[in-house]
């Protein structure tokens, strides 16, 4: 079983930049295909980027050009670099494996607010 734990959130204003890290452990790090996920209140979990263990990466079109992924995993560790944020970036961020999810984290806070 792969434990997940996420950090780096924060409260920003728009126009702001966070980094997000995810470490995962209890597997074989390199060999796993990693996202970053978020949930808005009120709002079902979404997939906003991944990662595949070779480095190829996809997003979703509302975080294109501003958020990027990449992974180092010599650390088991995967990033999210946000950049240019809105207000509706604002939600609980999580990582795990893609495209089959194991345990989640807990999550780490972004809220985009002046």
């Known amino acids: 079983q792969v434990q997940i734990e996420e950090s780096g959130g924060d409260l920003v204003q728009p126009g702001g930049s966070l980094r997000l890290s995810c470490v995962a452990s209890?597997?074989?790090?390199?060999?796993?295909?990693m996202g970053w996920f978020r949930q808005a209140p009120g709002k079902e979990r979404e997939l906003v980027t991944s990662i595949t263990m070779r480095g190829v990466t996809i997003y979703a079109d509302s975080v294109k050009g501003r958020f990027t992924i990449s992974r180092d995993n010599a650390k088991n560790t995967v990033y999210l670099e946000m950049n240019n944020l809105k207000p509706e970036d604002t939600a609980l961020y999580f990582c795990?494996?893609?495209?089959?999810?194991?345990?989640w984290g807990r999550g780490t806070q972004v809220t985009v607010s002046s």
């Open positions: 795990n494996l893609v495209p089959r999810p194991q345990g």
């Open positions: 209890g597997g074989v790090f390199d060999r796993y295909n």
